[in-house]
């Protein structure tokens, strides 16, 4: 599976985008998928994540009622919508496919992933 990240960019605090992650060669509906993200000199923490039906998503609480995750299984894509950006939220955004299917917040369980997209807010 290869996965495409895309949709970052420079935005204001209080802004809003959406990440795309579409993924190619593979059965999508068979994956979580999850972002993570990377910030400089940061660990990769997970951000949210849905499972391959698409009925279970999980948020880390920083982005809760900010954040949105959701899949479309006929286009391969899972879209990260984001509202009220805070310049913490800056870093490296990662999409990644774990065939468990399941959403799991840490990075090993993860076999696939994006190339990253960069997510700058400036305050």
């Known amino acids: 599976v290869q996965l495409q990240a895309s949709g970052g960019g420079l935005v204001q605090a209080g802004g809003s985008l959406r990440l795309s992650c579409a993924a190619s060669?593979?059965?999508?509906?068979?994956?979580?998928i999850s972002w993570f993200r990377q910030a400089p000199g940061k660990e990769r923490e997970f951000v949210a994540g849905?499972?391959?039906?698409?009925?279970?998503?999980r948020y880390v609480d920083p982005v809760k009622g900010r954040f949105t995750i959701s899949r479309d299984n006929a286009k391969s894509t899972v879209f990260l919508q984001m509202n009220s950006l805070k310049p913490e939220d800056t870093a490296v955004y990662f999409c990644?496919?774990?065939?468990?299917?399941?959403?799991?917040?840490?990075?090993?369980?993860?076999?696939?992933w994006g190339q990253g997209t960069l997510v700058t807010v400036s305050s």
């Open positions: 990644a496919a774990d065939r468990g299917g399941g959403v799991n917040t840490t990075p090993k369980p993860y076999d696939y």
């Open positions: 060669g593979g059965t999508f509906s068979n994956y979580a």
């Open positions: 849905i499972d391959w039906s698409g009925v279970r998503s």
